[in-house]
């Protein structure tokens, strides 16, 4: 059985929960999940309300092993539009498929606005469903505050994720990628984990996995490169982010 109404309650709630939190730093960084933006607990769910890892999370019936992962996936790829397919070192701009096992996209299954908070696969006995972000808002100047994409069309404005990082300073491939021959490698930090303290996080791609860690040849970025979404120690300002505002330079010289 699917419900609909109490998850596209849950989506409102959600956004509320979240512009609250961003605007008026209601969170501490680094102090972990609860009461962070990523904290949906409370949400009305049937008779149940909703816990703090339910969105994300469920211990039975996930969609996919992985992680566990409780949220629906969207079922399309992601590119970073028609006029930006190559940087300017020369690397092709990725295209991350509905099978690319990184955590970029479980990140983009919320933040590319087609799948509602709350349409999840597993709570309280059933799979429940929600409204999406309705594009049309864009007419009448209301943006999701958490969408990253441009409304369902492509990544066009976002850092690259899902793409090689020049680990050690050499070309790597990453998602069917490899690092372009005009890259200026003096202009990357070799190992970006060392300087800052292991705060950033690298990933390799082995195979048809992506496992955590950097490994020469084969590294790359996610999402979770930057963000630290359970707002965990070591994260140091909000949006989750595990540096300070400089935090380009962990990896750009």
Known sequence: MTQKAPATIGYL?????????????????????????HD???????????????????????????LLWNHTLPQRDYNWGPDYTVSDAGTPLPTIGQDWPGPTRVCLSCHDGSVAIGDVGWYNKQSWTGTPIDPTLVTIGIRDPFTIEDFMKDMIGNHPVAAPY??????????????????????????????????????????????????????????STCHGVHNERGVVLDRFLLRSDDICKECHL
């Open 166 to 223: 020049p680990y050690l300073r050499v070309r790597n491939t990453y998602n069917g990628v490899t690092t372009g021959t005009g890259i200026r490698m003096d202009r990357y930090a070799s190992n970006p984990t060392t300087r800052s303290g292991g705060r950033i996080r690298l990933f390799r791609n082995v195979g048809s996995d992506v496992l955590a860690g950097a490994a020469s040849g084969v590294t790359g970025i996610e999402c």
């Open 13 to 37: 709630i959600a956004l509320l929960v979240f512009c609250s939190g961003i605007g008026s730093a209601q969170y501490v960084p680094g102090d972990g999940i609860t009461g962070s933006p």
């Open 40 to 66: 949906f607990s409370g949400t009305p769910a049937g008779n149940n309300v909703t816990g703090v890892c339910t969105y994300c999370h469920t211990p039975h019936r996930s969609i996919r092993n992985r």
